[in-house]
């Protein structure tokens, strides 16, 4: 990078706008004037150690980082439109953040915003915390590992998905979404993974009524599912839950296997339902529980 602006305050529009190869250091971004857009269009820049409050500050960046820095509620739709960036130890508070970016990396963040990854490819997040409104609606993939996301209608209409070691809290997760794995996570929510196809659970912890209905290819593997009264409704399913269901109702096709199932209606179905539900045996389950002590 051939250039450094440092200690410096930037509040007229599009301030820095197609700044190249450069690091912006310890600058602020705001004031009386309300400029937009202060780094519109920039190409391979750093960004350290600032803090911005002014909307549509980095819009169509390419190759860029955003180090160590904060966005105030002031500093709306900051990354729309950008591409191979990295968010590293950044808060962000405003209404909206990633929109239409790709091939972008987010670590050690908090991103509170009514909207965050729409329509977004190619988005990795890491140890981080996110917080709003249908996040990652129509985003494709995604990679999310050791991270935390507080919702509302959450992970909706994504393709090719993978989330690990992660807790998200949020109802309607999934809906719509096709191709994803989630492993060793906990949800907590109602209405999981409505009208998704080709999901699949590892080694999670499900919370939350209505689980799982009119589902397509879903897989649960080693799984616990707590307070998840009619779950499976009208679902492909090929379930394996370690421990008890409250209530299984009208599965379509597959089967489900847990320790207790509390009430099984396969009654007022609309249409053919013929999955094998079992019970395990306390047979099964010592032999299990042998196996696993065992290994």
């Not at 915390?129 to 990652?136: A, C, V």
């Not at 191709?179 to 699949?200: H, P």
């Not at 389950?285 to 196996?291: D, G, I, L």
Request: charge should be negative; proline fraction near 1%.
């Amino acid at each position: 990078m051939n250039k450094k602006i440092e200690n410096q305050t930037f509040q007229q529009e599009r301030a820095l706008y197609n700044l190249t190869d450069a690091e912006v250091i310890n600058c602020h971004f705001g004031g009386e004037e309300d400029g937009e857009s202060c780094l519109k269009e920039a190409r391979n820049i750093s960004v350290k150690n600032s803090y911005i409050n002014l909307r549509y500050p980095m819009w169509h960046n390419h190759h860029f980082e955003l180090i160590d820095s904060e966005l105030d509620e002031n500093a709306r739709a900051a990354f729309w439109y950008s591409t191979d960036g990295l968010i590293r130890n950044v808060k962000v508070k405003t209404i909206k953040s990633l929109r239409n970016a790709e091939r972008i990396r987010i670590e050690n963040s908090d991103i509170v915003a009514k909207e965050v990854g729409w329509f977004c490819k190619d988005i990795y997040m890491e140890n981080s915390h996110l917080e709003g409104d249908y996040p990652f609606l129509r985003a494709e993939n995604i990679t999310i590992n050791n991270s935390k996301i507080d919702g509302k209608y959450s992970l909706q209409y994504m393709e090719n998905v993978r989330i690990t070691n992660s807790i998200l809290n949020t109802k309607d997760a999934f809906w719509h979404s096709k191709n994803v794995v989630v492993e060793n996570c906990k949800i907590n929510g109602a209405y999981l993974a409505w009208y998704a196809e080709d999901i699949t659970f590892i080694n999670c912890e499900i919370t939350g009524t209505q689980p799982i209905c009119y589902t397509k290819k879903v897989k649960m593997i080693n799984c616990t599912m707590h307070n998840t009264d009619l779950a499976f409704e009208y679902s492909d399913v090929e379930a394996d839950i370690v421990g008890h269901i409250d209530s299984v109702k009208n599965p379509k096709s597959g089967y489900i296997r847990a320790d207790s199932i509390g009430d099984i209606i396969l009654k007022d179905s609309i249409m053919e339902t013929n999955a094998v539900i079992e019970v395990r045996s306390a047979k099964e389950n010592s032999e299990k529980c042998m196996s696993c002590s065992a290994n």
